[in-house]
């Protein structure tokens, strides 16, 4: 599907934006009717429904922002719309630096957009559209990834079905010999199945063959503990024609063992039932911290070299593993070679996303010494004898990932020397001298980096070195969450725990 930036589209009129978007739907199913017979007899007319009307049904998550955001006094209308390039998180502005805005008239499934909110602490929430997925790529999808995955979940849990041995008028014998007594009657629907045999409630399948990932929206925040209450806002504040899917992939508390590339966000599904018809469309909701989503634009290059090679390299393996003749040495060579590749990538996936827990924990170090500093003019008496107040204990804990089982020190967490440029890169983020897509890890970052602190202003600095002091006061309370999160993590431990105390786990 051809896209067009905020900036193209607002150059048109309303009419002329809805009559580009027809044009491009229409275009889409020309392509599905083109590959119908390469589907199984009924799974086309799904993802065709997804490409009727986009722009009105697009329309309906743009509404469903207003609602949520609408609160007395206030429209619901974003404060600003961006244009943003999700292959490079760049946000457009004008000679003097100043984003440009748009109005609602240049949202449209064929362009991205950043729309601006302020939550009720007053931190900012961007809510992100980007294009549809085109059909080709939804196509391409359905029958490489979700058909063949749909089958096998389906064959799997008949099998299991079967071996409970629960008799029924299909299964005489009390086993099942036909993997298709029993047909799941919506193949389009992404919720849990179930058929009902002597009573016994049977989960049959439960992925999708349609992609529901072809509507997507981005919601973020600086803090973790933002993105619980912006589930529960919209959650409480959607209109009754769009509800989230029981269930959710929440990174943020996946065993620090388990989140093996560093990737934290929590994602939900949610079905929209369009008003006054029986039509129904999903949409992939990603709830993030906003920092980790430009991270994750960073990482989404090496993301797809490694995708590209890893194929590459699976499939020289299967060839030296079962060769159908000599395999060649050039052969041979190429597969070393990718290997290096793959994991060269992997690599700078999660560097690229550690680099942005870190950056998130230095960001909270400086709302913590924003607190302190206003419990201080209040002439507040801390909490504890070394200085801590209680309050800001509560949000360290809520919003601290902690990033290794390394004991914390916070005299080096957050400091920098001549040599060391990520915490300053970090600290020229948070201060808006960078912005957030800056690539800290491209090839001449670290003299832009340098450059630019070079040019800061004594009290700029001054600020950045108390980060450090505040890390060093609260350091107690990070120590505390590493320890109960390696707890949590470490099953010897826990084991041993329980052993001691005399509790059997």
């Known amino acids: 599907m051809t896209t067009y930036t905020a900036r193209q589209i607002g150059a048109f009129e309303p009419e002329e934006i809805l009559d580009l978007q027809r044009g491009l739907d229409r275009a889409a199913l020309e392509f599905l009717d083109k590959h119908e017979n390469e589907l199984p ?38 404060e600003a719309i961006y244009s943003i390039d999700l292959k490079t998180g760049n946000i457009e502005t004008d000679k003097n630096g100043r984003r440009v805005s748009y109005t609602t008239e240049v949202l449209a499934p064929c362009t991205s957009s950043m729309l601006h909110y302020v939550n009720y602490e007053s931190n900012d929430v961007y809510a992100i559209f980007p294009p549809m997925k085109s059909a080709e790529r939804a196509f391409e999808k359905m029958v490489k990834e979700c058909q063949r995955e749909y089958v096998e979940n389906r064959d799997e ?113 949610a079905k929209i039932r369009i008003p006054n018809t029986d039509r129904v469309f999903y949409v992939e909701f990603q709830f993030k911290q906003t920092n980790m989503f430009f991270a994750h634009i960073r990482s989404h290059s090496a993301y797809e070299d490694f995708r590209v ?20 040495a050039a052969d041979k060579k190429r597969f070393v070679k990718l290997h290096t590749e793959c994991e060269t ?52 804990k809520k919003n601290y990932i902690v990033e290794s089982y390394d004991p914390f020190d916070g005299k080096t967490a957050f400091a920098t020397n001549p040599d060391e440029y990520l915490n300053k890169n970090y600290y020229l983020k948070a201060i808006g001298v960078l912005p ?12 832009e980096v340098d450059e630019m602190w070079n040019n800061l202003t004594p ?47």
Not at 315 to 326: G, H, R, S, T, V
Not at 369 to 389: F, I, Q, S, V
Not at 439 to 447: F, I, L, P, R, V
């Open 309 to 328: 090679a890893e194929a590459e390299r699976l499939a020289l393996q299967d060839k030296i593993k079962n060769p159908k003749e000599e395999v060649s």
């Open 41 to 78: 007899s009924g799974y086309m007319e799904g993802l065709k429904d997804c490409y009727k009307h986009t722009m009105g049904t697009s329309r309906l998550l743009y509404e469903a922002l207003v609602d949520c955001f609408k609160s007395r006094g206030t429209t619901g209308f974003p």
């Open 157 to 269: 849990n008949i099998a299991k079905f079967a071996r409970t041995n629960i008799r029924s008028e299909n299964a005489p014998s009390g086993k099942i010999t036909d993997p298709n007594f029993m047909k799941i009657n919506d193949i389009n629907t992404p919720e849990q199945q179930f058929a009902s045999t002597d009573g016994a409630l049977v989960k049959i399948a439960s992925k999708s063959v349609v992609p529901t990932d072809i509507f997507r929206l981005t919601i973020t925040s600086r803090y973790v503990a933002d993105l619980e209450g912006l589930i529960e806002r919209c959650e409480k504040k959607f209109p009754p024609y769009i509800k989230f899917l029981k269930g959710e992939r929440n990174a943020y508390k996946t065993k620090l063992s388990e989140n093996k590339r560093g990737y934290f966000d929590i994602k939900k599904l």
């Open 345 to 396: 990538k992997k690599t700078d996936c999660l560097t690229i996303h550690q680099n942005a827990i870190h950056q998130s924990n230095l960001y909270l170090m400086q709302k913590l010494m924003w607190m302190d500093d206003n419990a201080r003019g209040l002439r507040r008496e801390p909490d504890r004898k070394d200085g801590r107040y209680a309050l800001t204990e509560e949000v360290l």
């Open 436 to 447: 957030e897509s800056f690539d800290e890890m491209s090839k001449n970052a670290k003299a």
């Open 459 to 505: 009290a700029d600095i001054r600020r950045f070195n108390r980060i450090t002091e505040t890390a060093i006061k609260y350091e107690p309370v990070i120590k505390s969450l590493q320890t109960k999160l390696k707890m949590l993590d470490n099953n010897v431990v826990m084991n041993m725990i329980a052993e001691n105390e005399g509790v059997k786990i």
